[in-house]
């Protein structure tokens, strides 16, 4: 065969680049149309990280973005609950993978949407996740966004490095405590953990802060004393807010509600929407009018 006949090698390596930093200029690319990008982490699990990762959603889309969120919690997938979203199984397409649509127009992408039942366990190792993470971003359509909210796994360990080490550039992470005194040890092991896999620490919000009673009109902090700003302080990263108690999130849940959108005026919201602005502020401000993707209620 002649020379201009031959086939191009379309799996040469670009040089001077590892299989790997080649897969990230992928996922860099298939993610090029989304403006902001966010990981919400924690140190461990039971602080309410996906429902902040869900509000938080919420209150971005209530001011017009468009938004997505990539739950990469793979062993506990509920961040489409706390939307209320009940989805079983995807479309596909010529461009990939549809994600699901849920309240305001939020693009979503679970591991959920996949399992047979509620019941199904998740039962991976290291590689399995790693080719999940890949696929959940490159095989999957993902339009033009304002926001992508990335729900990760609980912790510093294998599993949450997994997911890490696979991630495109993110804009910053967000670290999701409980009052505590632990917690500042916890979230002080998170913050080293995502600078060492390249992520930003941008701030930290303490979930069940507090409980109002509405019967006594009285305030009381459960948990303890909070630990946020302390935490804040110590390592040098910005307090984005608390979020109070409030147990119709539990009803919420019950009902396949948002909590967000199901109780509005519930102190828990506003703090969420303060968060939300919080989140704003830290990277820069509110996107202009004409950079928004239009989402929102119409």
């Known amino acids: 065969m002649s020379q201009e006949g031959k086939r191009p090698n379309i799996r040469v390596r670009i040089r001077g680049m590892s299989p790997i930093e080649q897969m990230k200029m992928a996922l860099e690319e298939k993610l090029k149309g989304i403006k902001r990008k966010i990981v919400i982490m924690s140190g461990k699990g039971g602080v309410g990280k996906s429902f902040i990762a869900a509000n938080l959603a919420l209150a971005l889309a209530e001011k017009g973005y468009m938004v997505g969120v990539l739950d990469l919690d793979f062993h506990g997938p509920s961040t489409p609950r706390m939307l209320g979203m009940k989805v079983r199984g995807l479309v596909a397409l010529s461009d990939g993978i549809m994600p699901a649509t849920g ?15 509620d019941t199904t366990p998740v039962i991976w190792r290291g590689p399995l996740k790693a080719k ?28 949450a490095l997994t997911v890490a080490q ?16 632990i917690s500042v040890e916890v979230v002080g092991r998170s913050v080293a953990f995502a600078e060492k896999v390249g992520i930003k620490p941008l701030g930290v919000v303490e979930n069940m802060s507090s409980f109002y009673c509405p019967c006594c009109h009285t305030t009381y902090r459960i948990f303890g004393k909070s630990s946020g ?70």
Request: negative net charge; aromatic residues 8%.
């Open 229 to 298: 700003k302390v935490i804040a302080e110590k390592f040098g990263i910005r307090f984005l807010g608390e979020i109070p108690l409030d147990p119709r999130v539990g009803e919420a849940l019950e009902k396949m509600a948002p909590f967000l959108l199901a109780y509005p005026d519930s102190p828990a919201s506003e703090a969420i929407r303060k968060f939300a602005d919080a989140v704003e502020d830290v990277l820069g401000g509110p996107l202009a009018p004409e950079g928004k993707g239009g989402g929102g209620q119409e």
């Open 166 to 181: 696979q991630l495109p550039p993110m804009d910053g992470a967000v670290f999701v405590t409980i009052p505590s005194e």
């Open 103 to 117: 309240p305001l127009g939020i693009q979503v992408m679970s591991l959920d949407f996949l399992l047979p039942d």
């Open 132 to 159: 999940a993470v890949t696929q959940f971003i490159t095989d999957v359509y993902w339009p033009e966004l304002d926001y992508l909210i990335v729900d990760m796994p609980p912790g510093t360990g294998d599993e």
